[in-house]
């Protein structure tokens, strides 16, 4: 997907009558700087499975994000993960990032994830939470 494909699928877009529009990219957009261009909010994902490494593996993906979402964390004992080095990295490549640990197998950090989009939309309180929240529970 590049950037100029994007634009132009958002301009086919009724985009008044939408509150958000999800745009899931492996890394291309954020590394072309288009991220800044098309989206008003960017979230880095990334799960336990790939390791405790991605933010030095992918810096770009990390320093500019809103918030940074650990997904999987239910896979924790099974998997060679240092959280610790992660969100450490996280911090060094962007200290100002909202940080969450998710798992859609126990709902960790569920309710506030939804609780952030609609705060985005205008719906909610979450919108005007700033800085480094951890949050790990419901």
């Known amino acids: 997907l ?5 634009e132009g ?10 509150d ?8 291309t957009l954020w590394e072309a700087g288009a991220a800044h261009r098309l989206a008003h909010r960017r979230i ?14 992918y810096p770009e993906t990390f320093k500019d994000a ?23 990295e996280v911090t ?7 940080r969450m640990r998710l798992s859609s197998v126990s709902g960790e950090g569920l309710s506030f994830w939804i609780k952030m989009f609609y705060g985005w939309c205008g719906d909610g309180e979450a919108s005007t939470r700033t800085g480094r929240e951890n949050v790990t529970d419901d």
């Open 2 to 6: 590049s950037a100029s494909d994007l």
């Open 9 to 18: 699928a958002l301009q086919r877009l009724s985009l008044d009558d939408l």
């Open 20 to 27: 958000l529009v999800f745009i899931e990219d492996g890394g």
């Open 44 to 57: 880095a994902l990334s799960d336990f499975a790939a390791g405790s490494r991605v933010p030095c593996k």
């Open 66 to 88: 809103d918030v940074v979402a650990l997904t999987k964390v239910d896979l924790k004992s099974a998997v060679d993960f240092d959280e610790i080095e992660f969100w450490d």
């Open 92 to 98: 060094r490549l962007n200290p100002r990032a909202r």
